[in-house]
Nanobody, 122 residues
């Protein structure tokens, strides 16, 4: 699977962005998908996860209620709608395919996109 993330940019605190992750290659709908982020000098951390059907979603506590993950299997795309952005959300955001059921750690994901930078100014 090849993954291409896009939609990052510079936004003021309180603003919104929508990230997209387009997949090609193997059957996208077979995979649960996740979003992770990595801030400078920090480890990559879990943001959100969605089941292959889109019926089940999971969020990190830090983004619960502000971010929404969704997917369109007909378009082979997963999205991350980010609202009420905070400066601490600044990071490179990565999408990935899940290899382990319910995983929230990077080791549970096997294919990764290249990342898209989100910068939130105060």
């Amino acid at each position: 699977v090849q993954l291409q993330a896009s939609g990052g940019g510079l936004v003021q605190a309180g603003g919104s962005l929508r990230l997209s992750c387009a997949a090609s290659g193997r059957t996208f709908s077979n995979y649960a998908m996740g979003w992770f982020r990595q801030a400078p000098g920090k480890e990559r951390e879990f943001v959100a996860r969605i089941s292959w059907s889109g019926k089940t979603t999971t969020y990190a506590d830090s983004v619960e209620g502000r971010f929404t993950i969704s997917r369109d299997n007909a378009k082979n795309t997963v999205y991350l709608q980010m609202n009420s952005l905070k400066p601490e959300d600044t990071a490179v955001y990565y999408c990935a395919t899940s290899a382990v059921v319910g995983s929230r750690t990077p080791s549970g994901y096997n294919y990764w996109g290249q990342g898209t930078l989100v910068t939130v100014s105060s």
